[in-house]
Nanobody
Framework: QVQLVESGGGLVQAGGSLRLSCAASGRTFSRYAMAWFRQAPGKEREFVAGISWSGGSTNYADSVKGRFTISRDNAKKSVYLQMNSLKPEDTAVYYC?????????WGQGTQVTVSS
């Protein structure tokens, strides 16, 4: 079992930055690939960014490439999402996901609101 707790969301003006954190507890964190997803009102949850268990491989949705950076610290059992040049369309609840290939876990989400 893995518990995930997101933090760092808030209200920011367009062009601003936020850093989301996801703290994990439970089983060995380093066994899990980690990802960030988001869900805007009235829309389906969508993939934002992912990082391999070692941190050596990352991938991003086209909509955030060049603006967002995902990273992890296995010693701290944490994953981060640095979000720069934020746009109003980035407004959503952001969720942390842990995936071992055979099971996956979700956090409760953190709200990010970008004003124009």
């Amino acid at each position: 079992q893995v518990q995930l707790v997101e933090s760092g969301g808030g209200l920011v003006q367009a062009g601003g930055s936020l850093r989301l954190s996801c703290a994990a507890s439970g089983r060995t964190f380093s066994r899990y690939a980690m990802a960030w997803f988001r869900q805007a009102p009235g829309k389906e949850r969508e993939f934002v960014a992912g990082i391999s268990w070692s941190g050596g491989s990352t991938n991003y949705a086209d909509s955030v490439k060049g603006r967002f950076t995902i990273s992890r610290d296995n010693a701290k059992k944490s994953v981060y999402l640095q979000m720069n040049s934020l746009k109003p369309e980035d407004t959503a609840v952001y969720y942390c996901n842990a995936d071992s290939g055979s099971d996956d876990y979700w956090g409760q989400g953190t709200q990010v609101t970008v004003s124009s």
